[in-house]
């Protein structure tokens, strides 16, 4: 463990902060806690033991060398960072912000003109790998910012994931899990299209999940989820709801720099059919309940 970077906060205790932030304890930092759901985190301190929660952003950021952050949206990134009681107003001089919340490329670089200018730094760095990647701390985690500050907190960020890459300037992170989540859709869209297909056709799925997991098909979204979407189990993982506020940060962007999106664009419309129907919690599987007669 690097000495400079001992003390950790860590604002957001979802499905994914939860885990990484026990992670952190479990290897030794000292950690910080902040959560807008006071009983979350109180939930939090009994399940890992050497853990401390305070009541606001301001408060855990105050003697953290790294603040780390994962929370829901652009909105919320803005009230834990920038807010009244925001980690901003207290963070110390080269200590390092980390928004593991997927968000948009603008705030990236927001936060990253607005830490400079305090005197610390900041690295957008979205994960994947969703609540499994979490809780077992083989997360894929993509980074945007300055490489020197990159390579300072990489070891943190090493304790909850399998890959922590660099890709390039701020906003570079946020960009990069836009392209994940363009692929995570078009994948899911097909495979829900495949399953379909093969229902209509009277084949044993399970059979052919086995058969073709083996081939050219495969994908994480086949392993872990194909069984599933055949069983129509789909409260669990990650919910429609967010998966359609990722989307619309990848068409804000596409609509900005001229990517061509056609497929990416009808899909989101796909999310918003199911959200309709009420499954906007539902996993992002559930594509395929709009195929099925």
């Known amino acids: 463990m690097q000495t400079l970077l001992k003390n ?3 604002l957001g205790l979802g499905v994914m902060g939860y885990p990484m932030a026990g992670h952190l304890v479990q290897a030794g930092y000292q950690v910080t806690v902040y959560n807008r759901t006071p009983s979350k985190a109180a939930q939090w ?4 033991a050497g853990g401390v929660a305070v009541v606001s952003p301001a408060q855990a950021a105050k003697q953290a060398d790294v603040v780390l952050c ?3 949206n652009d909105d919320d990134v803005l009230e ?3 807010g009244p009681q925001g980690a901003f107003s207290t963070m110390q001089k080269n200590a390092i912000w980390v928004d593991h919340t997927t968000a948009s490329a603008n705030l990236a670089h927001r936060l990253h003109a607005e830490a400079l200018a305090r005197g610390f730094s900041a690295i957008d760095a979205p994960v994947s790998g969703g609540q499994i990647g979490a809780n077992h701390g083989q997360l894929s985690i993509m980074c945007g910012g300055d490489e020197a500050v990159f390579s300072r907190v990489q070891p943190v960020l090493s304790v909850y994931a399998k890959t922590v890459a660099f890709m390039g300037a701020a906003g570079a992170g946020q ?6 989540q363009v692929a995570v859709a078009g ?3 097909g495979l829900s299209e495949a399953l379909a297909f093969g229902l209509q056709a009277g ?3 399970e059979k052919v999940l086995a058969v073709i997991s083996q081939g050219a098909a495969q994908s994480w979204q086949m392993q872990h989820r194909g069984s599933t979407m055949v069983a129509q189990q789909f409260d669990f993982g990650f919910a429609v709801n967010w998966m359609r506020k990722d989307l619309g940060l990848v068409l804000d962007e596409a609509r900005r720099n001229g990517a061509r999106l056609p497929a990416t664009a009808m899909i989101d419309q796909f999310y918003g059919d199911i959200q309709a129907a009420g499954g906007g919690r539902w996993d992002t599987s559930s594509l395929i309940t709009r195929l099925q007669k």
Do not use: E, S
């Open 8 to 10: 950790i906060a860590f």
């Open 45 to 48: 301190l009994k399940q890992y």
């Open 70 to 72: 994962c929370v829901g």
């Open 80 to 82: 834990v960072a920038l």
């Open 175 to 180: 960009l990069t899990k836009m392209v994940n």
């Open 187 to 189: 994948v899911l869209q």
């Open 203 to 205: 084949l044993d799925l």
